[in-house]
């Protein structure tokens, strides 16, 4: 008793379909990756802004809530 299997079969139309298939999803990783690491990032420079501001309320609160403990 044999156990049939598929022959892959070896056309250079095949592999070469392969490659293409894989280096256009290597380029569309890479270039996900650069545009939202990128500092021309709209998005990302305004969500930097939006912490940077937050994280400056956040200190003042802190600070007068540190007061307020010390007057106590």
């Known amino acids: 008793m ?3 299997f ?3 079969p070896s056309s ?3 592999i070469i379909g392969a490659l293409g298939i894989t280096v256009a ?3 569309f990783i890479v ?3 650069k545009y939202f690491n990128s500092p021309l990032n709209k998005e ?3 969500k930097k802004k939006a912490l ?5 309320e956040l200190s003042v609160r802190l600070e007068k809530i540190e007061q307020d ?3 106590l």
Do not use: H, M
């Open 6 to 8: 598929y022959d892959f």
């Open 31 to 33: 270039s996900y990756q």
């Open 12 to 14: 250079p139309i095949l």
């Open 69 to 71: 403990l010390k007057n």
């Open 25 to 27: 999803i290597a380029v």
């Open 44 to 46: 990302l420079a305004e």
């Open 2 to 4: 044999s156990i049939p």
């Open 52 to 56: 940077i501001k937050e994280q400056k």
